[in-house]
């Protein structure tokens, strides 16, 4: 089993939708949790740190739960710029990050 | 401009042929590393460090060498490239603390070895 598994998708949605994204993880020692964007052939690039209270940027909402080791990105009003994968990430600890497989959003007109 | 930057960007080599790609961060950041990114497989952490003269392997090791003989710089060394090599390989670095260790990475080193 992978330690941590997402949906690849695709996800193809019309602009203005909501989607939901889920992650699952498999460590329960993972001490902290992130959610990256990665456009095509670029690097990575922090989107959210997903905190055990839950956590909004503005139209980004992120969850965590720990008891069911599940985290879960939402995106509301999605936009045309919101197209990319989305990487589920856990710090097992000591700086040792272990990245989910990702899950691509295409947001058509 | 804070910046990670890798060198080079795309490298064709051969099998056997020793081969370094250059990571180097102009923030101060205390912890590095190196991934390698395959298609259905996602990042997966080479090597990391915490500091200078501290390095650690990550999950997939094998065949890879790095050193860290100064903060800023952190190189990865195939000693003896193979085909299975072949990838796209990103390096990272970030700051204890900052918004939950976020990872800075750098553009990206894609990888031939025929």
């Known amino acids: 089993r992978k330690e941590v598994e997402q949906d690849p998708g695709p996800f193809n949605v019309p602009e203005g939708a909501t989607v939901a994204f889920n992650c699952t993880y498999s460590?329960?020692?993972?001490?902290?949790f992130f959610w990256y964007r990665q456009d095509c052939r670029k690097e990575p690039k922090l989107l959210m740190s997903?905190?055990?209270s839950g956590n909004e940027d503005g139209r980004f909402t992120a969850q965590l739960n720990r008891a069911s080791q599940y985290i879960s990105l939402l995106i509301r009003d999605s936009k045309l710029s919101d197209s990319a994968t989305y990487l589920c990430?856990?710090?097992?600890?000591?700086?040792?990050?272990?990245f989910g497989p990702g899950t691509r959003l295409s947001v058509l007109p | 401009e804070a910046q990670v930057t890798q060198n080079p960007r795309y490298l064709i080599t051969v099998t056997g042929k020793k081969l370094t790609v250059t990571c180097s961060q102009n923030?101060?950041?205390?912890?590095m590393s190196w991934y390698r990114q395959d298609p259905g497989l996602g990042l997966r952490q080479i090597y990391y460090?915490?500091?200078?003269?501290?390095?650690d392997k990550g999950d997939v090791p094998e065949g890879y060498k790095v050193s860290r003989k100064e903060k800023r710089n952190f190189p990865l060394i195939l000693e003896s490239p193979s085909p299975n090599q072949t990838s796209l390989y990103f390096c990272?670095?970030?700051?204890?603390?900052?918004?939950?260790?976020?990872?800075?990475f750098g553009p990206g080193t894609r990888l031939t070895v025929l």
């Open positions: 990272a670095s970030s700051s204890p603390g900052g918004r939950g260790n976020e990872q800075f």
């Open positions: 460590n329960s020692a993972s001490q902290s």
């Open positions: 997903v905190y055990s």
């Open positions: 990430v856990v710090n097992i600890g000591w700086q040792n990050f272990v």
């Open positions: 923030m101060n950041h205390e912890y």
């Open positions: 460090s915490m500091n200078v003269e501290v390095t």
